[in-house]
């Protein structure tokens, strides 16, 4: 059984930059696309960033350019390192792993997830 646990969240500045962690078990992340979500209260879990097997990566419009999404096969470890963050970016994100090597921007199709960190942006 898969297991994820994030790591890096806190409250940030307007422009600063933060790199959340995620550590994996039970799935290698060299091998299976994973995904980084996020969710604002009262909405739904959006797609953040993803980076398959192959390493190639996807980004919603909203953060490309500002965030990479990158992984450590050695250490089973997925990085999203955001800069410039915007206080539209303030969420629980969350990383998830699917069972296949290519991403999906739907939440439903991911089987594992961690159990979230609160990035919070100021202005």
């Known amino acids: 059984q898969v297991q994820l646990v994030e790591s890096g969240g806190r409250l940030v500045q307007a422009g600063d930059s933060l790199k959340l962690s995620c550590a994996v078990s039970?799935?290698?992340?060299?091998?299976?696309?994973m995904g980084w979500f996020r969710q604002a209260p009262g909405k739904e879990r959006d797609f953040v960033a993803a980076?398959?097997?192959?390493?190639?990566?996807a980004y919603v419009d909203s953060v490309s350019g500002r965030f990479t999404i990158s992984r450590d096969n050695a250490k089973n470890m997925v990085y999203l390192q955001m800069n410039n963050l915007e206080p539209a970016d303030t969420a629980v994100y969350y990383c998830?792993?699917?069972?296949?090597?290519?991403?999906?921007?739907?939440?439903?199709?991911?089987?594992?997830w961690g159990q979230g960190v609160q990035v919070t942006v100021s202005s």
């Open positions: 998830a792993a699917r069972q296949w090597g290519v991403y999906s921007r739907n939440y439903q199709f991911y089987d594992g």
């Open positions: 039970g799935r290698s992340v060299g091998t299976h696309a």
């Open positions: 980076i398959n097997r192959d390493a190639s990566t």
